[in-house]
Structure formats: C-alpha cells, structure tokens
C-alpha cells in the first residue's frame, strides 16, 4: 500500500531502530550465510569501505574540474587494474556504476568502432556463449544489436560454434573469465585466435575474475591466459564491488588503446547550458564509490589481496572435497570463487530450500538444477558449518517426497 510522505521529520534515534527492524528479514552476510551479492572480506575491509566513502559521498565524479580529487583517484584505480591485467602502455578505461554499466559501454564502443571505422550498417549483431551474462542482451536491447548466443561444450565457451555464427556484421564476440553460472574459466586464447583472424572484436567479461584470478595465479595456480597478453582482446570489464571487495557500486571497463575509448565517450555541446563530456552512461558519479575503491584497494595491495584469495580459494577446495563426499558433483573445474555442484540422486532446489531454512542463501543453477555459491574470504571461517548444514538438508530431501515449489531466481 503506498504510503504518504509524513507531515513531520522523525529524529535519527528512531529511524535507525525502524530500519533495524526493517533488516530483520535480510540474510546473515556477516555471519558468512551469503553466498550471492555480498563480497565479505571481514570488518577491516567494510570499515575502510564505510569511512572512505563517506568523506567523498557528496562529491560528484561529474565535474572533474570541481573534483580534481576524484579524477587522480579514479585514474589510480584504473592504472591498478590495466596492472593487474597486462594493459598495454596506452590501454585506459573508467570506473563505471556496475558490471552491466561496464558491459553496456564496451557494447556501446564496438558498436560506433563498428560504424565509424568499419563501416558496417545496417542490423549488426554479436555473438557469445549461452553462459555470457544476460547484461549483454539488456545493452543490445536498449541499442537494438541482435545476440547470437551459441552452444557450450564442457561448460565453456565453444570458439568454433562461436565462429560459426560471427559474420560481416558481427561487432563483438564475448567470452566470460569466469562465467558465472558455472564459474568456470572459457577459452580466452582460442577465442583471441579467432578474433585476430577474423578481425573480430573481442570483448572479456571479467566482471567476476578481474579481480581474482591474478592473485589466484601469483598464489600458484594454473590459470590460463585471459586477458589483455592476449592480442584479441579488446575490452573487458572488472567489477571492482565483487572480488576487489570495493563499495557498490563500483566496476571498471578497459580498452586496448586510447583509440579505441574514444569510442565510448558521449560528447554533446547542443543546448544552452555549455558542453557536457561523460565517458559512462551515468551523468553523476557518486564520488563515494571512487574514493571507496581507491582506499581498499591501497589497503590491501598485492599482499592483501594474494591473502584473501588465498582464503577464497581454500574455502572453495574445502566446501568442494565436503560436497563430493556427501555425493555431489561438481560442473567443471572451478579456479576461482564460484562452486557450482549438483547432485544425481534428489533435486538441488529442494536442498536449497532447506538451506534456507539453516539462515544460508545463495543463488541457483537450472541447467542442470546446482546449487551455487560465490565464496567469500569469510566463508572459510563457515565451511565446515556449511557443510554440516548441506549434510543436514540432503538427508532431510532424501526422506521427504513433498514436491518443491519454489522457483531459482537470480533476482527480485
């Protein structure tokens, strides 16, 4: 029922205890009971967050000349992770609202590359796997670009469908590092073959690895080329508000070259109030995000960030061995945060209601029906009550024949 706005203000005292009560219902996350849209790097981590955005929360990103400060920090944190991802000497990008903001722009800049150096005209389309994030198919709705979205072989990404489908009107092909349906890493090497032999704009979703997989690698692991070593790849974007752990909303677009950037500038001087330059869709900035990013990312550094990796990569191992021992099996071979596993024997969203019950929420896969957590640092801390839980809420399934009604839902 809609409410009017009161007469009176109420004081702060009283608010605060009403949106208390208004949590009441919200999932644990800092219990480590989340295992979707909360990133839980531990106290320190979301004090520096609070505090960092809070000094720069009133400021706006819009005005770089009003804001010199926020213009260095952002031009900090873009450097970080052009760094951190083989980034040529005039590879740049900008710090966006959000991987679909992200995604929407490198879209967006292969779309006009398309027109204005290519020459193409008319229908346009790109092509990505059946895992790519649907924040692809939202920009190609809102530009009017067909999707051509392909088979995966294995989970991943099958360059020769993906091949197969690309034609002269192709201005972007998409592999996810990782995807997040099943978290795995597709073939960036095979599908930056292909990109330079075609000519072909090759886009990296990284939206969840950027941020990861680097640290995974200096820990040890065997993570596969996937970034801009690669000489297909374009553009990629890197949500700073997952696995850098940074304040939403906060994410990062790159680009192979300064060239190719500008591309994605929106420049219009038509109108009475003077010329208005925005390199992202949003007009406003909020400064918070900028300057939450900057400082957790100077706070942890390399160091910290191998550190909490490391957790998340030992969280994951540790729920996966428990999992498979209770009779799950596992899509694929994950190597970073995300545990997709499903189970041959009772139905996965039937466990996870039953995990809901426990106080633990994540999202869902549906093909095949797996349940499916995005781990945290903090979950190492919770893995072996995870895992008691799972325990639990499988025996319960295999001795109950009610039905589930309940539908996986990614969100609202």
Same mark, same amino acid.
């Given at each position: 029922?809609?409410?009017?706005?009161?007469?009176?203000?109420?004081?702060? %005292?009283? #608010?605060?205890?009403?949106? @208390?009560?208004? /949590? *009441?219902? =919200?999932?644990?996350?800092?219990?480590?009971?989340?295992?979707?849209?909360?990133?839980?790097?531990?106290?320190?981590?979301?004090?520096?967050?609070?505090?960092?955005?809070?000094?720069?929360?009133?400021?706006?990103?819009?005005?770089?000349?009003?804001?010199?400060?926020?213009?260095?920090?952002?031009?900090?944190?873009?450097?970080?992770?052009?760094?951190?991802?083989?980034?040529?000497?005039?590879?740049?990008?900008?710090?966006?609202?959000?991987?679909?903001?992200?995604?929407?722009?490198?879209?967006?800049?292969?779309?006009?590359?398309?027109?204005?150096?290519?020459?193409?005209?008319?229908?346009?389309?790109?092509?990505?796997?059946?895992?790519?994030?649907?924040?692809?198919?939202?920009?190609?709705?809102?530009?009017?670009?067909?999707?051509?979205?392909?088979?995966?072989? %294995?989970? #991943?990404?099958?360059?020769? @469908?993906?091949? /197969? *489908?690309? =034609?002269?009107?192709?201005?972007?092909?998409?592999?996810?590092?990782?995807?997040?349906?099943?978290?795995?890493?597709?073939?960036?090497?095979?599908?930056?073959?292909?990109?330079?032999?075609?000519?072909?704009?090759?886009?990296?979703?990284?939206?969840?690895?950027?941020?990861?997989?680097?640290?995974?690698?200096?820990?040890?692991?065997?993570?596969?080329?996937?970034?801009?070593?690669?000489?297909?790849?374009?553009?990629?974007?890197?949500?700073?508000?997952?696995?850098?752990?940074?304040?939403?909303?906060?994410?990062?677009?790159?680009?192979?070259?300064?060239?190719?950037?500008?591309?994605?500038?929106?420049?219009?001087?038509?109108?009475?109030?003077?010329?208005?330059?925005?390199?992202?869709?949003?007009?406003?900035?909020?400064?918070?995000?900028?300057?939450?990013?900057?400082?957790?990312?100077?706070?942890?550094?390399?160091?910290?960030?191998?550190?909490?990796?490391?957790?998340?990569?030992?969280?994951?191992?540790?729920?996966?061995?428990?999992?498979?021992?209770?009779?799950?099996?596992?899509?694929?071979?994950?190597?970073?945060?995300?545990?997709?596993?499903?189970?041959?024997?009772?139905?996965?969203?039937?466990?996870?209601?039953?995990?809901?019950?426990?106080?633990?929420?994540?999202?869902?896969?549906?093909?095949?029906?797996?349940?499916?957590?995005?781990?945290?640092?903090?979950?190492?801390?919770?893995?072996?009550?995870?895992?008691?839980?799972?325990?639990?809420?499988?025996?319960?399934?295999?001795?109950?024949?009610?039905?589930?009604?309940?539908?996986?839902?990614?969100?609202?």
């Amino acid at each position: 029922m809609r409410q009017p706005l009161p007469e009176t203000g109420t004081d702060w %005292d009283t #608010l605060k205890g009403r949106m @208390a009560d208004y /949590a *009441a219902g =919200d999932v644990r996350w800092r219990d480590g009971k989340t295992g979707v849209y909360v990133f839980n790097a531990g106290p320190e981590v979301e004090r520096v967050q609070k505090e960092a955005y809070a000094l720069f929360m009133s400021e706006n990103g819009l005005g770089p000349a009003a804001f010199p400060s926020l213009k260095r920090m952002e031009a900090e944190v873009v450097g970080f992770g052009l760094s951190l991802l083989h980034g040529p000497e005039d590879a740049t990008g900008s710090i966006t609202s959000g991987g679909t903001d992200s995604i929407t722009m490198a879209v967006k800049t292969a779309r006009d590359y398309a027109r204005k150096v290519k020459g193409l005209t008319g229908q346009l389309n790109i092509v990505l796997p059946r895992t790519a994030h649907p924040a692809f198919d939202k920009a190609c709705a809102v530009m009017e670009i067909e999707v051509r979205r392909t088979p995966v072989k %294995d989970f #991943l990404a099958d360059p020769t @469908a993906i091949g /197969a *489908a690309a =034609d002269d009107k192709t201005i972007m092909i998409v592999g996810s590092a990782p995807c997040f349906p099943y978290g795995l890493m597709d073939p960036i090497a095979a599908l930056s073959e292909l990109a330079v032999a075609r000519d072909l704009w090759l886009h990296v979703d990284a939206c969840v690895g950027g941020y990861i997989a680097p640290f995974v690698r200096m820990n040890g692991s065997d993570i596969a080329p996937f970034d801009f070593e690669l000489p297909g790849v374009k553009s990629m974007s890197a949500d700073l508000h997952k696995y850098g752990y940074c304040a939403k909303g906060a994410s990062t677009v790159f680009f192979r070259s300064a060239e190719l950037a500008r591309f994605m500038t929106f420049d219009f001087d038509v109108w009475p109030a003077g010329r208005m330059t925005t390199p992202t869709l949003s007009g406003t900035r909020p400064g918070g995000a900028t300057s939450a990013a900057w400082a957790v990312m100077n706070f942890l550094g390399v160091a910290g960030y191998r550190d909490k990796q490391g957790q998340v990569v030992a969280a994951r191992e540790k729920m996966q061995a428990g999992a498979e021992a209770l009779g799950f099996v596992t899509l694929g071979r994950p190597q970073l945060g995300i545990l997709s596993f499903t189970h041959p024997d009772v139905d996965c969203l039937a466990v996870w209601v039953k995990m809901r019950e426990r106080g633990w929420f994540s999202s869902m896969g549906t093909e095949p029906r797996a349940l499916h957590m995005m781990i945290s640092p903090f979950h190492l801390q919770v893995a072996d009550a995870y895992l008691a839980d799972l325990a639990w809420a499988l025996g319960e399934v295999k001795g109950s024949a009610k039905p589930v009604a309940a539908e996986a839902r990614y969100s609202g």
